[in-house]
């Protein structure tokens, strides 16, 4: 569960993408030396104390008009506006510059909690040089050198401390869903459609939704939540791809929703964004419908339905159990099979199997399929349990967990989805060695 957004902000070169990486735990950022390497806002999840959080790399912001500044000053405030707590990083070799007071000006602006991070004091004798940094009225600088993990602990224990409180789930008991996919692909025109009533904005300019809406209702007695998440419209003359800028809250929703519908647009096709937010979600263990809209605007005969199905289970090779919808919010035609879709995959991702009838089915398979050998050993599953729901998670127990392979996995897998169905969840197998 995430409990709270961390943005890192401030200058270009000061170490933000070197401290990202240690957070995260991976190298993930480009690092390099030359000022600017960053320009769009890159994500992570990290882990503090129990706590999950994640994590925004942001471009460099520059007072003076460079190539991309701009840019990147739109990405840096849209970070800040998401972040619960912003980490505003300077470089304490080179002291206290400028720029870096006019950032802690907009930070102040921005009302948002500030742990202000001194980078680069490797050494001992560049301790005194973080007290300069007190004029930035930011509170209390924290020595840290992205380098050589000093720090870190210190730094994550500030922002920690700024996480909110966990919230009680106000829509606890009912289903909640939510729409995901590029700028301008119906979402909203598909919840508006769903709701029967005009609630969300509709518009052909791309980025009309700014934030996302929890509309709670009821449909033949059952309680639901549908969440329309947000794209950011672009400002000024800024023509970055406004795709990026949606990202964070279409994750997001994605965390608080039991079941993901990812929107295509079915007069331009698949795109690579469309793969990219369906991959969050797949992430994620949501339960996942592919949704096909504008299937009026579609030239079709009796073959099309067919032929469509089939290329978007070739670009989504890895939604193979995902059940695919081909609607219109326009003549609103086929929209009525989305609920009773979004139920049955709600009730697949909260299936849970009697123990002793997934052994079985496990058993049977093994004796049918037997694993293959590797490095002369043959993998020998002796039982399996289901330990969690929502994604539904198996857990293999076996005589070295190295010798799952993954092409044996799907298998289970597979047979798994044959056995008991699992339609639009992931399942998650985990092998563990049994003591």
Request: with cysteine; net charge negative; charged share 25%.
């Amino acid at each position: 569960m995430i409990h709270g957004t961390v943005a890192i902000v401030g200058r270009p070169n000061v170490g933000k993408s070197t401290i990202f990486n240690r957070m995260i735990g991976e190298r993930k950022s480009i690092v390099e030396d030359q000022p600017g390497v960053t320009r769009d806002r890159i994500y992570g999840k990290g882990e503090w104390l129990t706590k999950e959080f994640r994590l925004i790399d942001t471009g460099g912001i520059q007072l003076e008009q460079q190539p991309f500044s701009e840019e990147i000053r739109v990405q840096v405030e849209i970070a800040i506006a998401e972040a619960d707590a912003i980490l505003f990083l300077v470089n304490g070799r080179e002291g206290l510059t400028t720029e870096d007071q006019a950032i802690a000006r907009l930070l102040q602006k921005a009302k948002k909690p500030v742990v202000l991070g001194v980078n680069k004091i490797d050494d001992l004798h560049l301790q005194d040089a973080i007290y300069e940094f007190y004029a930035l009225g930011l509170g209390d600088p924290i020595a840290m050198s992205g380098s050589h993990g000093i720090g870190i602990g210190d730094a994550l224990d500030a922002l920690v401390a700024h996480f909110p409180e966990k919230e009680t789930d106000e829509y606890e008991g009912m289903t909640k869903f939510c729409l995901i996919g590029r700028p301008n692909v119906g979402k909203s025109s598909l919840v508006n459609a769903i709701l029967k009533q005009e609630r969300v904005i509709v518009s052909d300019v791309e980025g009309t939704t700014r934030d996302a809406i929890d509309t709670p209702f009821q449909s033949d007695g059952k309680d639901y939540v549908v969440i329309d998440t947000a794209g950011i419209r672009k400002r000024g003359k800024v023509y970055e791809n406004i795709e990026k800028y949606s990202v964070l809250r279409a994750m997001s929703a994605i965390e608080r929703s039991d079941v993901v519908l990812v929107v295509i647009d079915g007069e331009s096709g698949v795109r690579e964004q469309d793969k990219h937010v369906a991959g969050y979600a797949h992430e994620a263990g949501k339960g996942i419908i592919l949704v096909y809209n504008k299937w009026d605007a579609v030239e079709k005969d009796e073959h099309t339905m067919n032929q469509i199905e089939k290329k978007l289970r070739q670009e989504f090779i890895y939604l193979s159990y995902a059940p695919i919808a081909f609607v219109s919010a326009l003549t609103k035609a086929r929209v009525q099979t989305l609920l009773p879709l979004i139920d049955a995959v709600h009730d697949a991702s909260l299936l849970r199997i009697q123990t002793n009838v997934l052994n079985e089915v496990i058993m049977d398979a093994q004796l049918m399929t037997p694993p293959p050998t590797r490095n002369g050993k043959q993998l020998k599953i002796y039982y399996a349990s289901q330990v969690a729901t929502a994604p539904p998670t198996i857990v293999l127990f076996v005589n070295d967990p190295e010798l799952l392979h993954f092409s044996y996995k799907r298998f289970i897998e597979n047979t798994l989805r044959e056995a008991f169905g699992f339609e639009g969840t992931t399942i998650r197998i985990l092998a563990r060695e049994r003591k």
